[in-house]
């Protein structure tokens, strides 16, 4: 069927109408899923719609809401690492599910530099988004005091000690590295250290945490390698630090399942055997854990969960409804494969 306008315009919502005709107000009903139209209207336009091309002007629409029906996924992380890291992916996957069902727009936005920093807090600023949900904050983070400043619907994943009043999602990070680290203890380790990761957000000071009221009166400090990031590279230099310091370990718990993987290459450099000479240890679940060899021992954690809780939550503030200004905690257990 040919087209009743000429090809380079765009359709408006009044060519619908006098497509289908009927009035204006009918077609914006329909377009906006109200009762009271006929079925026969109903058809009518969605039949017009479809002949003259008509494409819904969100802007438009936005400007008259003044809403944006777009949320904000914030990630402090390297760009590197907003890649390598499924746990990340997980999160971003189970918020953008949330936010579909919802009819909103995921935007995702990374944060590396001070620079990146002042952008998004200027991003945020300007209305762009609806909410905004925060993944990786640390303490005393600007774009996390920024958003607290705004008052823009926001939610947490992880939980910065110095921001109050905004809800997190969140599990428990102590009482999961504690209890994986005495499962790796009854295998019969003896000298048993910790790759720490994240010492500067609550997930890391936890596991950390987690792992010292583990190993009780036998906690060395000196068998900890603290590193930056929750990554591969830094599993892999975390293990050959405390390979330098502790020759004969054979325990090792790694902060997150990527860090496990690289102090298994590492381990593996050195010419020692995963299990039979170093029982190792992770945190995630991730793809990670199913990559290794042999392998990996670790806690689940329902990442795609967290983002999801997150969303919700940001959802519900964006529509005026109450929500607990406190954290959501999903449950962790240990999945037992064969690297310990």
């Known amino acids: 069927m040919a087209s009743r306008r000429a090809p380079s315009t765009r359709a408006t919502i009044h060519d619908v109408a006098r497509v289908a005709g009927v009035s204006r107000g009918t077609v914006s009903r329909v377009l906006n899923a109200e009762a009271y139209v006929s079925d026969a209207a109903r058809t009518a336009v969605e039949a017009a719609i479809v002949e003259v ?12 809401t003044r809403r944006s029906r777009a949320v904000g996924l914030i ?11 499924p746990n990340i992916g997980n999160i971003l996957l189970g918020t953008n599910a949330a936010l579909s069902e919802a009819d909103y727009q995921l935007v995702s936005l990374v944060i590396d530099s001070d620079r990146d920093t002042q952008r998004v807090a200027e991003y945020l600023r300007g209305g762009f988004v609806d909410g905004v949900i925060i993944v990786s904050a640390r303490a005393h983070d600007p774009i996390a005091a920024v958003v607290s400043a705004i008052g823009i619907p926001a939610a947490f994943v992880g939980h910065p000690a110095d921001i109050e009043g905004i809800p997190y999602m969140g599990i428990d990070n102590r009482g999961a590295a504690h ?17 720490a990761a994240g010492l500067d957000r609550d997930s890391g000071q936890d596991r950390l945490a987690g792992f010292t009221a ?14 930056s990031h929750y990554s591969y590279a830094a599993g892999r230099d975390g293990m050959t630090e405390l390979l330098q310091l502790a020759p004969h370990i054979d325990g090792v718990f790694a902060s997150s399942d990527a860090i496990a993987a690289g102090a298994i290459d590492a381990l593996r450099a050195a010419g020692r055997r995963v299990p039979e000479d170093v029982g190792i240890v992770g945190f995630d ?9 042999p392998l990996l021992s670790t806690v689940h954690q329902p990442a795609a969960g967290l983002g999801r809780g997150a969303a919700e939550s940001v959802l519900a503030q964006i529509r005026g409804q109450a929500v607990e200004r406190t954290g959501t905690f999903l449950e962790t257990h240990i999945v037992w494969r064969h690297s310990a």
């Open 53 to 64: 091309g008509y494409v819904r002007n969100t802007a438009a629409r936005n400007l008259v």
């Open 75 to 85: 990630v402090h992380e390297p760009h590197s690492l907003f890649l390598e890291d």
């Open 179 to 195: 209890a994986i680290t005495e499962r790796l203890r009854a295998t019969g380790r003896s000298t048993v250290g910790m790759i």
């Open 214 to 227: 583990a190993m009780g009166s036998d906690f060395d400090p000196s068998l900890v390698a603290a590193v």
């Open 285 to 293: 679940d991730s793809a990670w854990a199913i990559r290794t060899q």
